[in-house]
């Protein structure tokens, strides 16, 4: 059976284009009891934004520096927003993969009833949410174009994923990228590199996924490796297009062995999804040779020194749960090892690939 993927109804993009953000609102301000939610990346509370919400909305800035966004955090603003005003006309994300992935959470929980830790998974949601809309600040992880908002439950940190989820509308303004810090714009735009190379190397790989997912890669190695390399205009601009066909690459194949390991790191180790590749990547020399080894030079040129030498203070007990959730994602160890997969990866062999780290 062949993929039927939802994409983004609405796609703005250009310089400047979050100033459209008040006018591209208006059609869905009449829906439901007329109000919108903005969920904002606290960064912008000492930063403002060159925008004025109306007296009705609800406005939350969320620091999302100490956790990635929670099953229990969802269900919370959630209660909040149905307790105080009713059903919003629609919800707004303003930031990074963390706040865009709470804003689709929060659209589709306000007509779910329940915890959001029942929908962890594919296609479980019951009824479509309320219009949301997504404004990227930091480019990378594809979460704009996504169909899943991940999310930590207590149990597992797994998506709520659905043709639902995927935003009605999304603004790429590269101007609202520039600010981010240099860590941050290696960490997060390598998540693209990553889903690219992973993309390409495995067996799902066709003409669609790799069409983006190779525009995608050479646009990060313009973003990171090129004469103009480094945080400029041209090259926000660049990262923000790959961000996001780097996200179409993977709609149509899958990722792999890092993002199988990476999983894994998060949850037990709580070390965040982007830092945490970067981490693991660097040691996939046998998988993925030339990506490897470019992302190296990357990590060269912009002097980025990654983490070494951490499975030295891990137990037995942490490297046994971080290949337990591993081992529980069999569609990427599938895609990156061809169907022999199991034979390939099996449960002590993905110990002693934590083990490198
Ligand atoms: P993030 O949203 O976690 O933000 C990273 C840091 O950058 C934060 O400190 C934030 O305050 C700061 N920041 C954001 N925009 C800024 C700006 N313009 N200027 C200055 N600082 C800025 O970053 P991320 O890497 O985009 O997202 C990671 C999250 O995305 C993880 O929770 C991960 O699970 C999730 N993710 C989701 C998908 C998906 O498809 N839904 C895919 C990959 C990762
Ligand atoms: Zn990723």
Not at 111 to 118: E, M
Not at 173 to 189: N, R, S
Not at 236 to 241: A, I, K, T
Not at 278 to 300: A, N, R, T, W
Request: aromatic letters at 10%; charged letters at 15%; one cysteine or more.
């Amino acid at each position: 059976m062949h993929k039927n993927f939802k994409n983004i109804d609405h796609v703005t993009f250009g310089r400047g284009c979050f100033h459209q953000l008040a006018q591209t609102l208006l059609p869905i301000r009449h829906l439901n009891k007329k109000y919108c939610v903005f969920i904002i990346d606290a960064y912008f509370k000492n930063h403002p934004l060159a925008f004025t919400p109306q007296a009705e909305d609800a406005v939350f800035y969320i620091d999302v520096n100490t956790h990635e966004p929670t099953t229990q955090q969802v269900d919370e603003l959630r209660d909040t927003l149905l307790n105080q005003k009713g059903l919003p006309s629609g919800v707004i994300g303003i930031g990074g993969g963390s706040i865009m992935d709470i804003a689709k959470a929060v659209s589709l929980m306000l007509t779910n009833p329940g915890s959001a830790v029942a929908y962890q998974g594919l296609n479980l949601i019951k009824n479509p949410g309320v219009y949301h809309l997504g404004v990227p600040t930091i480019s990378g992880t594809g979460a704009e174009v996504s169909m899943t908002a991940v999310l930590t439950g207590p149990e597992k940190k797994l998506g709520l994923k659905c043709d639902w989820t995927v935003f009605n509308q999304v603004l790429l303004d590269p101007e609202l990228i520039a600010t981010v810090p240099k860590d941050w714009w290696f960490y997060t735009g390598m998540d693209t590199y990553i889903h690219c190379i992973e993309s390409r190397f495995g067996q799902k790989n066709n003409a669609f996924s790799l069409a983006y997912g190779d525009q995608a890669l050479s646009l990060c190695r313009a973003v990171y490796l090129g004469p103009q390399s480094g945080q400029n205009a041209e090259n926000d601009d660049r990262l923000m297009v790959a961000s996001l066909m780097g996200g179409l690459s993977l709609t149509y194949s899958e990722v792999g062995v890092c993002h199988a390991l990476s999983y894994g790191l998060s949850k037990i180790k709580g070390t965040r999804h982007c830092i945490a590749n970067c981490i693991i990547f660097q040691h996939l020399e046998d998988y993925y040779p030339l990506g490897v080894s470019e992302f190296k030079s990357m990590c060269k040129h912009h002097n980025i020194e990654l983490p070494q030498h951490l499975s030295a203070s891990w137990t037995e007990t942490d490297i046994s749960q971080m290949a337990e959730v591993s081992y529980q994602l069999p569609f990427m160890w599938e895609h990156a090892l061809g169907e022999n997969y199991r034979t390939l990866a099996g449960l002590e062999h993905i110990k002693s690939l934590f083990r490198r780290l």
